[in-house]
């Protein structure tokens, strides 16, 4: 059964860092590219940020360009999301999500984790 888990979400004041993780396991995430999302109350869920299979692509929404990094680790089977800077407006559940039909600014996924809350807020 293929399925992804991801953890490290939680409060955090503005200004502060989280790195969000994301497990697969039943695949290889290696062959795919993966990404994370976010929907706030309200809100329709967006692509925050992906990568490519071979890490030549990446993408970032411009809320959060400079201040998120995507990375991958294939041999742990794992990626991840390092959000620093962090504000209000950055309150979200986030979602890994893999495969993706290519790394881009609208790209369809298989797989989608539970979601971690992510709450900026002082």
């Known amino acids: 059964q293929s399925q992804l888990v991801e953890s490290g979400g939680g409060l955090v004041q503005p200004g502060g860092s989280l790195r969000l993780s994301c497990v697969g396991s039943?695949?290889?995430?290696?062959?795919?590219?993966i990404g994370w999302f976010r929907q706030a109350p309200g809100k329709e869920r967006e692509g925050v940020s992906c990568i490519s299979s071979d890490e030549s692509r990446t993408y970032y929404a411009d809320s959060v360009k400079g201040r998120f990094t995507i990375s991958r680790d294939n041999a742990k089977n794992t990626f991840y999301l390092q959000m620093n800077s962090l504000k209000p407006e950055d309150t979200a559940i986030y979602y890994c999500?893999?495969?993706?039909?290519?790394?881009?600014?609208?790209?369809?996924?298989?797989?989608w984790g539970q979601g971690t809350q992510v709450t900026v807020s002082s």
């Open positions: 999500a893999a495969p993706l039909s290519i790394c881009s600014d609208h790209p369809t996924a298989e797989f």
């Open positions: 039943g695949f290889t995430l290696g062959y795919y590219d």
